[in-house]
């Protein structure tokens, strides 16, 4: 099969590679292209993470008395995931483990990844099976990048994020790629985030505690994209420190290593604990407007 695919319904259209189940290409009914194209400053358009979500300390797991190698975001989003269905308006990919993944993740696993057009909507579905005789623990993120300013020649600043409830807990940053043991004061305003790119000096927003399910992004006129999402507990916010024309909007079931934390992978906080032959859902939902 192809290195890539398209679904469409006439409303919207996506593009789908194989490379990392990585979303590639999101437009409009009109042909607008609402998806970071990999641009310079970042080189990647919606890449999936797995089986962690930020960076571990030291780019070490620890399991079972040994130490294996694994970078921030996990390997799912560089490996190439085999196509199980290709249809015009739904697709179908599925990454299993082998002696590559069992080299830093000693664990068995299926992690299926599904694409479906919908009216003006795309969703995205995961299913992480456990496959094997012992508990699976794991962290699983979209990471979705849409081009900021949404419609050329609008201020950055012109844009928000619109939660569907207020956003009063504290927010959480990193330092050095790991959580740091204290919240901070969240910039949000009721529901209200106004964007700048100086919200991103400090690296992403987390909202570990967030009490939306769905986000708006966009500005008073112009193109809007929602984002809503079932199964995930926290939210990321990100663009490139120092600015860049993208804005990613992240659903994440998980985050990175708390600061202070140095034991055993599968009793680090914010994992989905799988027992075997059992199975976790989630997804996310994009609907252009």
């Known amino acids: ?23 590639c290409s999101l437009r409009d009914a009109e042909g ?15 890449p999936l993470l797995f089986p962690i979500v930020g960076k571990l300390r030291g780019d070490q797991l620890r399991h079972a008395g040994k130490t294996y190698p694994m970078t921030q975001h996990g390997f ?10 290709q249809g015009a308006a739904s697709c179908k990919l599925v990454l299993t483990d082998d002696a590559e993944t069992r080299a830093r993740y000693p664990f068995a696993f ?9 009216g003006a909507d795309l969703d995205v579905g995961f299913a992480v099976i456990n496959t094997g005789n012992e508990t699976l623990p794991a962290s699983l993120g979209g990471h979705p990048a849409f081009n900021w300013p949404l419609l050329p020649g609008l201020p950055k ?14 927010i959480r940053r990193l330092k050095d790629g790991l959580l740091r043991d204290k919240p901070e004061p969240s ?32 500005a008073a006129r112009g193109p809007a994209i929602y984002v809503s999402w079932t199964g995930f507990r926290e939210l990321g916010i990100w663009s490139k420190p120092g600015g860049a024309p993208f804005l990613c909007i992240e659903p994440w079931r998980g985050y ?34």
């Open 32 to 46: 607008a292209e609402l998806l970071w194209q990999a641009g310079p400053q970042w080189p990647r358009h919606a």
């Open 157 to 170: 600043e012109a844009h928000s994020l619109s939660f569907f409830e207020n956003e009063d807990a504290p």
């Open 187 to 218: 910039p949000i305003e009721g529901k209200t985030l106004s964007l700048s790119e100086r919200l991103f000096d400090d690296d992403a927003m987390i909202l570990d505690r967030v009490a939306s399910s769905s986000v708006r992004f966009g």
């Open 256 to 289: 990175a290593s708390p600061a202070e934390f140095d034991g055993e992978f599968s009793d680090k906080p914010g994992l989905m604990r799988i027992a075997p032959g059992k199975r976790e859902e989630l997804g996310y939902r994009i609907r252009v407007s």
């Open 110 to 118: 299926r992690l299926e990844v599904t694409y479906t057009v919908l």
């Open 76 to 85: 799912a989003r560089d490996r190439r995931f085999a196509w199980v269905e």
């Open 1 to 23: 099969m192809s290195d890539r695919h398209t679904i469409s319904n006439g409303r919207i259209s996506a593009t789908i590679l194989a490379h990392g189940a990585e979303l």
